[in-house]
Every structure is written in structure tokens, then in C-alpha cells.
């Protein structure tokens, strides 16, 4: 169904949408920036790669098999998920700011990153639907095609939050909040064209 770079950059776009989505560890990331340097986001992602790698080696340890025998469902599952988290990506997406929060979050940023991720339930919620049907889609081309989606994946979280730092560290924002309003709607409208090609490939393939 995929090939290497097509999962590839399938798990970096989605999983750009997901680390551009709002959240504890977005506002982690610029909290913790204030005070630190441009590694502060690589840092936070690392924490979150932590998290994200445990259930990766999960699927890698049977929960996939567990699972085999409801593959549709789960690809079902993931494709109608694709499509409401961009539904609800576009509608957040005309509020979303990027600037810094007064929430409390943990000083160490890797501890952030772990702690951040582990307590959202939008983490949760999208690992236990895009997240897992995309990851046993690659198993099912085997191990390679899996690791190509995580790679991507986890380059999207690094890169994006690294960018965070870099500019916050620095007494700046990299995007006004329009610019980053645009992006994230674009990033919803791309989830919902991916999620229908992902439903009509899986309903009408033959």
C-alpha cells in the first residue's frame, strides 16, 4: 500500500499535525524557552519520544497480533478519527495562539516532555486511534514500513518544537499568531483529504 518514503511522510505530516495541535507540551515547550535555549525543544521531545517509543514497543510485542484480527476496524477507526481530529484542528484553529502560557509545568524539560505527553488525553485518544492504524498499516509491509512512519513522526515533533525554542529563547515568536492559525488550518484540511483517501482505499479497494 506504501512504500518507505511515502510512510515516511505520511507519519511527518501527521505528525506535524498533531505537535502543531495546542497542548501541555506546546506550552511546555515555551514556558520552559523562556529561561533556556534552543535545545529546549529538542529536549521536551525527547521526553515525549519516551513515552511514544513504550507504546511502539508495545504493538512491536503483540499488541499488533492482539489486534490482527480487527485490522478493518482499526484502520476504520483511524480513517474516521483522521477526519474529526481536522474537523476540530480547523475549528481550534481560528483561536490557537502561540503565545507563552502562566500554566505550571515541570522545570526539567525532559521530565516536561514525558509528563506533558503521558497526561494528555488528546495523546491518548490519537495514539489509540491514527496513531495505532497507521503503525500496524506499516506492519502489515512489514517492520521497516513501521519505523519509516515513527521516524517521520518523531522528525515532525522534534523539528517543530525545536523551531518553538529557537525563537522563544530568542525573544520571539517564529509565527504571528494568523500565521500560525493558517498553518494549523491547513494542517485540518490535509487530515480530513487523508482521512477519506484513507477510508475510500480501505472500503473500495477490492
Excluded at 498533531?18 to 501541555?24: K, S
Excluded at 514500513?145 to 520571539?172: C, P, Q
Aim: glycine fraction near 12%; charge should be neutral.
Amino acid at each position: 500500500m506504501y512504500d518507505i518514503f511515502q510512510m515516511m511522510f505520511l507519519g511527518f505530516v501527521i505528525g506535524l499535525t498533531g505537535a502543531l495541535a495546542p497542548g501541555p507540551t506546546l506550552v511546555a515547550t515555551i514556558n520552559a524557552s523562556i529561561a533556556g535555549d534552543w535545545t529546549t525543544g529538542l529536549k521536551v521531545s525527547l521526553g515525549h519520544v519516551i513515552v511514544e517509543l513504550f507504546l511502539v514497543i508495545l504493538i512491536l510485542l503483540g499488541l499488533a497480533t492482539v489486534a490482527l484480527p480487527y485490522t478493518s476496524a482499526i484502520a476504520g477507526i483511524g480513517g474516521i478519527a483522521l477526519v474529526a481530529f481536522g474537523v476540530l484542528m480547523i475549528a481550534g484553529s481560528r483561536k490557537a495562539t502561540m503565545s507563552s502560557s502562566p500554566v505550571q509545568t515541570v522545570a526539567n524539560p525532559y521530565m516536561a516532555g514525558l509528563v506533558t505527553s503521558a497526561a494528555n488525553p488528546y495523546f491518548w485518544i490519537w495514539w489509540l486511534s491514527i496513531g495505532g492504524a497507521m503503525v500496524i498499516a506499516g506492519l502489515e509491509g512489514g517492520l521497516v514500513l513501521a519505523g519509516a512512519f515513527m521516524l517521520g513522526h518523531w522528525t515532525a515533533d522534534t523539528a517543530w518544537l525545536t523551531l518553538v525554542s529557537t525563537g522563544v529563547s530568542k525573544g520571539r515568536t517564529i509565527f504571528s499568531d494568523t500565521a500560525y492559525q493558517k498553518i494549523m488550518l491547513l494542517c485540518g484540511i490535509f487530515l480530513i483529504l487523508f482521512g477519506v483517501y484513507y477510508l475510500s482505499h480501505l472500503f473500495l479497494s477490492p
